[in-house]
């Protein structure tokens, strides 16, 4: 089972990225899935995560209102994180995982670098 994060990149700050992660359909079916980041030196942390049935969302204190996540409920099994405003302290690699997170589902991530 392996979940594909992508869209990361390097962005000064004040710049914006659109993250996607692409989930196996066994993974897709949990109704609670979340973004996380992990940056050099600290504990990898919960970013923001939705429920597929509710439509409930949740956010870091530090990206609340700058980011945004969302999921496909077609046929392509794909999450996003809408990231707005970016900042120096956005700087990580982000991953996606159900919520709590399953440690078989941990991936590679995709990083993100923000310039000051």
């Known amino acids: 089972v392996r979940l594909v994060e992508s869209g990361g990149g390097s962005v000064q700050a004040g710049g914006s990225l659109r993250l996607s992660c692409e989930a196996p359909?066994?993974?897709?079916?949990?109704?609670?899935m979340a973004w996380y980041r992990q940056a050099p030196g600290r504990e990898r942390e919960l970013v923001a995560g939705c429920r597929r049935q509710s439509g409930y969302e949740k956010y870091g204190d530090s990206v609340r209102g700058r980011f945004a996540i969302s999921r496909d409920n077609g046929n392509t099994n794909t999450m996003y994180l809408e990231m707005t405003n970016l900042k120096p302290e956005d700087t990580a690699v982000y991953y996606c995982?159900?919520?709590?997170?399953?440690?078989?589902?941990w991936s590679r991530g995709t990083q993100v670098t923000v310039s000051s």
């Open positions: 359909g066994v993974v897709y079916r949990f109704d609670a």
């Open positions: 995982n159900v919520d709590p997170p399953l440690p078989t589902y």
